[in-house]
């Protein structure tokens, strides 16, 4: 069996409420109940923090025992060099994801300081991105 985990980063916890023209109107919990349902053969963990340190130190926690992490990192993917080192640093591949299509969105989002790092990038294809990065591993 396959261990997977979703790690979210800032204001994704807001999901289901915040901007929901961009993110739709699910709640992460209800989604993430849904997919667990969807990929039985997976095991499936989920983590999210607001704050940078914190996702730092989850990806150390699973980044030499996990068959794979789905990171949304949120902003911190257009600033956080640590996070990018982070996933630099472990031996667990990375799939970096985002709901919207941050090519389609202000400039600064543009630019990740994950995906040089990361296994493939996944993004503007709603909650589903989640589902694909599931199914690439």
């Given at each position: 069996m396959k261990k997977l985990i979703i790690i979210n980063g800032p204001n994704l916890n807001l999901l289901g409420k915040r901007e929901t023209n961009i993110y739709g109107n699910l709640t992460f919990t209800e989604f993430f109940d849904d997919i667990?349902?969807?990929y039985p053969d997976v095991q499936l963990d989920y983590y999210q923090s607001?704050?940078?340190?914190?996702?730092?130190?989850?990806?150390?926690?699973?980044?030499?025992?996990?068959?794979?992490?789905?990171?949304?990192?949120?902003?911190?993917?257009?600033?956080?060099?640590g996070i990018?080192?982070?996933?630099?640093?472990?031996?667990?591949?990375?799939?970096?994801?985002?709901?919207?299509?941050t090519f389609g969105r202000e400039e600064f989002r543009h630019q990740s300081?994950?995906?040089?790092?990361?296994?493939?990038?996944?993004?503007g294809f709603g909650l589903?991105?989640?589902?694909?990065a599931i199914q690439s591993f």
């Amino acid at each position: 069996m396959k261990k997977l985990i979703i790690i979210n980063g800032p204001n994704l916890n807001l999901l289901g409420k915040r901007e929901t023209n961009i993110y739709g109107n699910l709640t992460f919990t209800e989604f993430f109940d849904d997919i667990k349902g969807k990929y039985p053969d997976v095991q499936l963990d989920y983590y999210q923090s607001n704050i940078e340190g914190e996702l730092i130190d989850k990806l150390h926690e699973v980044g030499f025992s996990f068959d794979g992490v789905i990171l949304n990192a949120g902003a911190y993917t257009h600033t956080s060099i640590g996070i990018g080192d982070a996933i630099k640093g472990i031996e667990t591949p990375v799939v970096e994801v985002h709901i919207s299509n941050t090519f389609g969105r202000e400039e600064f989002r543009h630019q990740s300081y994950i995906s040089p790092n990361a296994k493939g990038v996944i993004l503007g294809f709603g909650l589903q991105s989640y589902e694909l990065a599931i199914q690439s591993f």
